[in-house]
Structures are given as C-alpha cells and as structure tokens.
C-alpha cells in the first residue's frame, strides 16, 4: 500500500510566523504535489516537484515556498503565516509514468490566529 | 493551463437513485481523468479513472464516460447507497516533460438520503 503521511493532522500558529509542513511518500514517487483545500474551491495547486531539487510553481503560490532535498520528503513552508493561509493542507505523490494515479496524505488543518 | 469545470457543486438524492455528476476540461492534451471520492475527514482515494482512448469504463455501480472532442466526462453512480455520500472530485492530467500535472474541478458534494 502506498503511504502518504504528514507530519502534523492539525496546527495553530500565529500570525507572522514560519510554518513548515512536512510530507513523506514510501513508494519512490517522482511527483509529490502540495494543494489548498477550501470549501467551494476544491483543490487548488501551491507548489508540485518532479524530481529532487525540483519544483513548479502551481496556480497560487504567493506566501509559500518549498523544498524537496530527498525524494521522499517534500516540504511546504510558509515563510509569515497569515491568516487567509488558515485551511486545509493535502500533499500528494505520484509516479512519472504517464496516467498514473495521485496518492493523498490524511491533510494538515492549519489555523493561524 | 488546463481548466476543469465541475459540475453541480451540490447534489442530494433518494437512496437508490443515480447521481450523475459532469465536468469539463480546456486542454486537449489531457489524456488522464481519474476521479477521487472524499470522506468526511479522510482523504481523497481514487474511486475511477479513464485514459483518453476510452469512451466509458464501468465497475460495479459506477461509471465514467469520456467524450473527447465535446472535452468533457461525466461521472455517473446507480443505486445509489448512504454510503455514496461524500465529495467527488474529477480530474485532468496533462503529462508534461516535467511530469503529471493534476488539475482538479471544485468538487461536488452528494448527500443520499435514505
């Protein structure tokens, strides 16, 4: 079974602060994606990474950043956590292979007060 | 980039009744469309999926149709159970040198009421 863990199920940080997410694939997928999830906006792309060191920005990622240092871990990392970044966090692997599924971690909600 | 539109963003319906929920993609170079089922509180899993050389592809009481040149697939679920009762999302992959890239529709809510 592929597994897709992160690291915390729930957060509260406060405003200003730099908050890292950390996500962990155990089947060698060379895709891993970080998505947004808000009520009425479905899944919406921050950042996705196609190999170690690599990394593409998605459809809205001003605020955040990543890092993927191993392919295993795929990082996403809010430089000053704001308070519209309050939401749930899904990570996501796949292979590289063409037509492949995704495969989602369990989600991080993260509130920032 | 691509743009997945899903439609309704809400549906309920009577145990044991279909359900059929429609999307619609820009990119003609997508050739993947898997569709996820979200629990309350889980996470997202695969439920069907459909390659771009397919028309319709069933499994038990689902089924996803394709329709390529009109760029648009539909999901549709008979007898439908209370357990059906989740988010769907569909999806579009277009495969890039750098890799899959998923785009997501805003998901559809399904409630069966028993």
């Known amino acids: 079974d592929v597994k897709v863990t992160q690291s915390s199920r729930y957060l509260v940080k406060r405003t200003g602060e730099k908050v890292f997410l950390e996500c962990v694939q155990d089947m060698d997928h060379e895709n891993m994606f970080w998505y947004r999830q808000d009520p009425g906006l479905g899944l919406r792309l921050i950042y996705f990474s196609y190999d170690v060191k690599m990394k593409e920005k998605g459809d809205i990622p001003e605020g955040y950043s990543v890092s993927r240092e191993k392919k295993e871990r795929f990082s996403l990392i809010l430089e000053s956590a704001s308070t519209n970044q309050t939401s749930m966090y899904l990570c996501a692997s796949s292979l590289g292979t063409l037509n492949t599924e995704a495969f989602f971690g369990q989600g991080t909600r993260l509130t920032v007060v | 980039g691509e743009n997945v539109e899903q439609h309704p963003s809400t549906l309920s319906v009577q145990e044991g009744d279909s359900a059929v929920i429609k999307c619609t993609y820009s990119?003609?170079?997508?050739?993947?469309f898997p569709w996820y089922k979200q629990e309350l509180g889980k996470r997202p899993q695969l439920i069907i999926d459909i390659r771009s050389n397919v028309g319709e592809k069933k499994d038990q009481r689902i089924a996803v149709t394709l329709n390529k040149t009109a760029k648009h697939f539909s999901l549709h679920i008979t007898e439908t159970q209370p357990e059906d009762s989740a988010v769907y999302f569909c999806a579009a992959i277009t495969s890039w040198n750098t890799g899959n890239q998923f785009y997501f529709g805003t998901g559809t809510s399904l409630t069966v009421i028993p």
């Open positions: 990119d003609s170079a997508s050739n993947y």
